[in-house]
């Protein structure tokens, strides 16, 4: 099964958190991953994933320029509606809007049809409610969450579809 983690980043700390993501997808059994930025998206993997997770920095509180244009574009490229969405950040700050953003996005995602889902509480510790922040200075920290985070959202798109 095909998911999609999608993502923009200007100094790489988003990739190296969509990575990690794709990274945890791919451990889960029947699950296929790839990262793309999202002005290189490969249209055809993308409208046959089950799953796409958009990950973005964030600047004065909400998701970058590029990733809300990406969001306010149709996103009939890849037939969103009914899929799984997921959504992550990387912020300078532990109050820095990095739940503003994901909520942004996961809001965009429900919009086009999308089930959004991030395992809550209800998966246990690391609790990860609406999607995971990695900050800036501290990136190594979140890798473990972040490969997690792919994990169940593999699990929950292989159960919902299987």
Known sequence: MKL???YHSVTGNTK?????ITEGIQTAENAEAKAFPIEEIDEAWVKESRCVIL????????VSAAVKGFLERPFKIYEPAGK??????????????GELGIRLILDHMLCHGMLTYSGGYVCGNPVIHLGPVALTARLDESIDT???YGQRMAAKTTEIFR
């Open 84 to 97: 799984i969405g997921g959504a992550f950040a990387t912020a300078n700050y532990i109050h820095g809007g």
């Open 4 to 6: 999609t983690v999608l």
């Open 55 to 62: 990950g973005t920095p964030i600047y004065y509180s909400s």
């Open 146 to 148: 972040f490969k997690l």
């Open 16 to 20: 190296l958190m969509a990575e990690a």
